[in-house]
C-alpha cells in the first residue's frame, strides 16, 4: 500500500509539469527519494543521432547530463531502448550490460520510457542493496515509467511548440520591421498641400501599403494598395508591386498607363487567385490638381465644405487577375477641400455584434473639420470596441491648405 501511493504521488507531481528540464529534475530526485535509490537516471532516445542522452541524473558522480550511450549497444540504457523490454540485473557484478558509475549499486533496473510503443527513452534505477527490487516493486516502477513517459512526451511537444513560437515571434518581428522600413518614415513637403499616411496592420505583417514617390517638374506620386490575403505572403506581394510600380513611376506614366503596365506584369508574376487593388494619383500642387486611376480599390471620399461623395471611375479591375484598362478622374482642389484615400480594413472593421463601421461612418466622421487620418483610425478602434482589427487598416488624406 505504500509503495501505491508512493505511485500516485509521484505520478501526480510528474504530471503537473511541462518544463522539459524541470521535469527530469524531478522525477530523478522524486523516485530516487521515494524508493531509497543511490541513483537515478533518465536518457532521453535521438533518434536522428541512434543516441541515448543523459537528460537527468542524481547519485551518479562519473556521467553528468549530456552523456550518450549508442543504442542497442552500449549498457543496460542500449540494451532496453533496443529490445524494448525492462531488464534487472538484482547483481550488477554478474550483468554483462551493467556500466558502473563508480557508485556503491549493487542492484540495478532499466526500464524503458514508451508512448504506444514509440520509444521516449530509459530510466535506470539503482540501489546499494543486492537484489533491492522484488517483483511487486518493479511492477510499480514500470507503471510509474508510464506515467513518465507521457509527461515527458508531453514536454517534449510542449517545448517544440514553445521554440517553434519563439522562432516565428522573432521572424514576425524582423519582418514587421522590413515591411515598415517600405512605407514613408514622414510627410511630404509639398507647398499649398497637407499630405499624410498611416497604416495599421491586422498582424505583424500585411498587405496594405502606401507611398509618397516624388517625381518630375514638382509633381508627387501617390499611391494607397491592398493586396489580397494576409501575413507574410499578402507582404511578401506587396512588396513585389511595389518594387515595380516605383520602377515605372519615374517613367512620366500618367495613373492610367502606370497602371496598366503594372497590371501586365502582376499577371505574369503573380500566383492563381492573387491579386491588388489600388488607388494610383498624380498631385500637381502647382494647378491645385490630383488626376487618379483606380484598380479594384474602394472609392476615394471627396471633402467640399459640408459635401462627402465618393468619387467612381468608368473602368478598373483589381491588379494581377487579368488584361485591362484603367480611366481616370480628374479632382480640382479648393482651399480647405480634402481627398482620402482608405483600405477596406476601415470600412469593413466590425464590432462585437458584427455591424461594421461602414461607409456612412466614413462620411460622417471625415465631415468633421479637425478630422485626420489619426482621429479616423482612432474612431474606428473605439467602434470595434475592444474587438480588434481584422484587416489592415490604411489611409492618406491630402488637403489643400488656405
Partial sequence: MDDLLRLQKASQRISSLLNLDQLIDRIVNEVACSFGLVEANVFLYEQERGELVHAGVRGCPVHGKGYCLRYGKEGMVGYVAATGQMRYAPDVRKDPYYISCGGSTLSEVAVPLLVEDRLIGVFTA?????????????????????????AVQNARIFQQAQHE??????????????????????????????????????????????????LKDGLWGLVLADVSGKGTAAALLMSAARGILRSLAGNGCTPSDLLRRLNRMLVEDFPPARYVTMVYAILDPANRRLTFANAGHLQPLLIRGQEARFLSTDVGMPLGLGPGDFSEVEVEFTPGSRLVFYSDGITEAANPEEEEYGQRRLQEHLLQPEASSESLLADVRSFVNGYGLHDDATVIAIRMLG
Fill in 126 to 150: 539503482s540501489h546499494p542493496d543486492l537484489n533491492a527490487f522484488p517483483p511487486k516493486q518493479l511492477k510499480i516502477l514500470q507503471a510509474l515509467c508510464s506515467h513518465i513517459a507521457v
Fill in 165 to 214: 513560437r519563439e522562432q516565428m515571434t522573432s521572424e514576425a518581428l524582423e519582418a514587421r520591421s522590413i515591411q515598415q522600413a517600405l512605407f514613408p518614415r514622414s510627410s511630404p513637403y509639398i507647398p499649398g498641400f497637407a499630405v499624410c499616411g498611416l497604416c495599421i496592420p491586422a498582424g505583424a505583417v500585411g498587405g496594405d501599403w502606401y507611398d509618397f514617390i516624388p
